[in-house]
């Protein structure tokens, strides 16, 4: 441990201390802190329970002491009811975590209490990224010289032949000198070289020029996404960015741009210096406007929904007014109905799309990824999505770092928080719901990733550009979660069961009837849900059961698999038959 | 008696999108028939006239007449007929034809599912109470069966067999009849045996400010002392405190603590049936509602109240199981005639309580006893015959939610999947079968029910293994006898299959369910053909040795599937089976059972006719330039 870790440490071990969890009884044991971790552990022989608390993990932290014997606050309590064999003073403190599980701590001494609470507030607030666990998580059978990550624009181009003709790979952010949260290769129209490149990047918010992010193999429609245009209050055009966007098209098309603010907002964009494709100029372009929330709106919706879930009231009127008023599922609604507009123009249309808000790294991403997970079985595999999320969000520039700086909990005043990836992840739990069969991946890694975007062992989520990874060395210094879920005995875990791969569009329904609330991440530590475990367990069963039928066996004496037993023993009847 | 047969060039409009179907609408005596012209596979569309609950005319527009219908079972279909005189002339007949004035006007009557006498009364004695009351340890020590309506004498809307504290007399008996609404004086309805402890029910006391009866106080003793466990007995009064209080002043009202020795006295609060009947209106009126958006769902969800009153009854189910499972204490409920909201509580309390009502047959037998023979009247509550608007009420409709929503709580503590549930709702409605007809078992006895109808059991039964749960776990109720709900309001949802069952864009496009079950009937399918070869191989002498056959047999294996049904979901099942019923035998091949039967949700199976059924669901548009969606209307700006 470093000497900055332990400069915050003032008492590292409290026995006696009791913990509360939700639906679990009280547990007595012994709390200690590290440098990145809170350990609790039960003072029992057999069977003791262990909590290990990533302190990066924590959201909020509340604590509340009282000195007993200085301050009779409870005059009427006997003392020996409140001060069994402790000092007299006490206190309580009560974790807010960003996966949204309470814990609650009682600790004996006023003093250590207080000492833990300082210590787990400085600790889960490190501003510095290298001061992070990914950089000290070390687990024996991983190592740092395995792979990090799993694609790239590089390897995206050269698994897509039938991109070669049109679009070519650039590396005119090398650098990171044109776009600061590009990627240093991305994907672009052949017909446009990097100068061009460069030119229409200026052009653009934080130079977020428009790339290739999706080819619809069927018909050669492209999705692209960028972030809005800088035309301003006088409507400045800029020829290198009309010719970037005519050439991802032919002459005779016509594409569309989906433009993730409202018109209004689009106009008055243009006072801040900011702007839409104005028609005159982009001739073949055509503009919806579809709103999507973002920023603080939507992480108070997320604090109000959490707030309803853990309203203890048992008033269904309440509830429901409470979740009408967070408003979150109008935003799941309208991520995937404009997912769904995008994936129409492309698919059913047969237009190329460009996709853009205001950064055009929040609300953007969040269009593109839904609608290629609409139309790609490609990123529906376990594989196939974790790279989309690669793309379309680690090295597409989403800013976790900020974005997830805290969750529901925190009362810290809000600055860039906004849950644009977990309504991502809902989003795409809604897809699941409605096609069962169709995505690889369960629920249970929806709630991994919900988990480890704000506080994980890993790297992968770090930083909120592909430049200040490679500043701060953190391919070189942390593990890869993606390269981690996808060791076999991990994998396992995460994949469902009922997955029969489809090369079909999945368009969800969009009727507020079909969708629902994602329990399994927002009440997941306020109800029991062992029920619900239990017959997934099942389908499981059922599941291996079958494809046991279709599995060759592994037995010594006969290898063939069992239809080709029955197979075997039906020509045997057959034969005796005739016989 | 019609005016016509059939219509052609009738459009029919979805109400949720811009799609339209021609088709041809038939018309006949019992069935209003939709069919899709000049496609191969039409889609068909067989409505029953019981099921319709109100016919609509529109004013005209320039493609024709509109028809809207809106049926029991929850399906609105929104015709366009060319002719407006066709138009008038299918409404008349609707008109006529969907409201019976005399029970033999009802489809049970006519309907032949081509049985013979024998099975007929098979059927009819699948169901069997007494064995019920045997099963539950009565008669016993303390219960005995009483003979004292035997003729229906004492209380018309009972059954025949009662049972009765073995202390209380007939005088007593006959006494607290006279003091109870309708005569329907407390008796048992479910014995707890390990307790020892009573789930009885009855009618409200005819108390109004002041009066008391002795006997009825005697009755509650009876009931109180036959049990040992406990020193008291709850009387817990289903409806709100006020409606109890105002229907004193009708000489009605509860029972006054002061008079009765030993009782506790609990209201619940469930509304009646003119707020309920309201609470679904609404609904729907809500849920009908073209782009509606998340919010206007959801606020109207909370203002139509629906969810509110479906958890107070689930609410006052769990106070009934913990009073008579953990307190050991009996339990009297009532509401005002006892026939409601005393059978939705007491029906929903012993699902709780008693894992032999989550199986398939026992929930046969729950529905047999608390709804039917108990008088819940059925043929005014569902409006089998042309009668007072305000008498009918979504009662037993709300009772299948709350066991829905039960069951969404615990997957695998049910052997029936919600399809048992929407099958039953569809056919309390239907009157095709006897079994829900009338209002008494009184009344069934008098129209010979028996004689001329059909059991619908004993038609559930024979196609059981489409409405089982592929992952009910008889050991769950093993180490859960008693089921104990959670209450927050975030585990009552919305039944979209139940509501929109007819409404395919807003279904999961592919369903666990269904795919369970394929899997699970198809790997005990493998198994029965890997015995039976077994069989016949060691019948001829050879040995099976690489077969192994032991490794992967399982306790519990489903029935073979007779090989006539469609594989598909009910709807289309149900259609089908119809369809058989009426055009004969020529309209149904056997379904290729293929590999392994996999059924195919309606626009949801990737495999087999892919999403083409859902793109047409999308208005997709010939003109490139415009995006007119399902996802919203596209609108240009610039």
Redesign the interface.
Known sequence: MTMEFSEHIKTANVDDVVLKLPLRPALKGTLCVTAHHLVFSERKEEGSYQLLLLLRSVDAIEKSVENLLGYPQYPSAGPGQRMTGLSGSSGTIVIKCKDLRILQFDIPGMEECLNVASSIEALSSLESVTELYPFFHRPRELSLSEPWGLSSPQQQYAQTERLWDRWRLSKVNRNFSVCMSYPRTVIVPCAIDDITLAKAASFRQGGRFPVLCYYHRSNGMVIMRSSQPMTGANRKRCREDELLLQAAIDESE?G?IIDTRS?QQAQQARMAGGGFE??AFYHHW?????HLERGKVLQESLIKLVEA?GDPS????????K??NS?W??H??SAL??A??VA??VE????SVLVHGFEGTDTTLLVTSLAQLILDPASRTFRGFLQLLEREWVQAGHPFRQRCAHSAHSHARLRQECPAFLLLLDATWQLG??????LEFSEVLLLRLAQDAYASDYGTFLCSSEQERCALQVKENTHCLFQFLLRREEREKYVNP?Y?A?D????P?????????W?GLF?RW???AQ??D??RE??WT??K??K??DRPKG?A??T?S?HD??TN??N??DE?TVL | MLHLDFVEQVKLLDRFNNKTTTGTLYLTATHLIFVESNVPGAHEIWILHHHIASVEKLSLTTSGCPLLIQCRNFRVVHFVVPRERDCHDVYSSLLRLLRPVSYDELYAFSYNPKQNEQQREVGWQLIDLTAEFERLGLPCDQWQLSDVNRDYKVCETYPRDLYVPITASKPIIVGSSKFRSKGRFPVLTYFYQEKKAAVCRCSQPLSGFSARCLEDEHMLQAISKANHNSRFVYVMDTRPKLNALANRAAGKGYENEDNYSNIRFQFVGIENIHVMRASLQKLLEVVGTRSLSVNDYLLGLESSGWLRHIKAIVDAAIFLTKAVTVEGASVLVHCSDGWDRTAQVCALGALLMDPYYRTLKGFMVLIEKEWISFGHKFADRCDQLDGDPREVSPVFTQFLDCVWQLMEQFPQAFEFSEWFLIQLHEHVHSCQFGNFLGNSQRQREELQLKDRTYSLWAHLLSEQHNYLNPVYSPSFAERHPVLEPSTQPWNFKFWRNMYHQFDRTMHPRQSILKHTLTLKESNSKLEDTAHTLQAKLQTLGVSTSPLELHSWSREHRLPPRPQSLILGAPLSRKEAQQEEEVLGEEALEDAPDGNGGERTVEGSSATENGYGELQSSFSSKNEPAMVSLEFGVARMTC
């Open positions: 016509m569309y018109a104005s028609k055509r503009r919806l406007h579809r879930c048992q008033n269904m009127d309440r509830w429901l007014s979740l009408e408003k599922l109008s799941v609604h109905s404009t769904g507009l129409e123009c059913r249309d047969g237009h719901r409605q096609f069962p069969l169709a009922l029969e489809t079909l569009a999945i368009w329904s969009v009727h507020p009837q079909s969708l629902q609330l329990t009440l306020t109800e029991y029920t619900m239990e017959a099942e389908i059922i599941v059961e079958r046991e039928t037995c004496h006969t063939l069992r037993s029955f023993v039906e045997l009847m005796l």
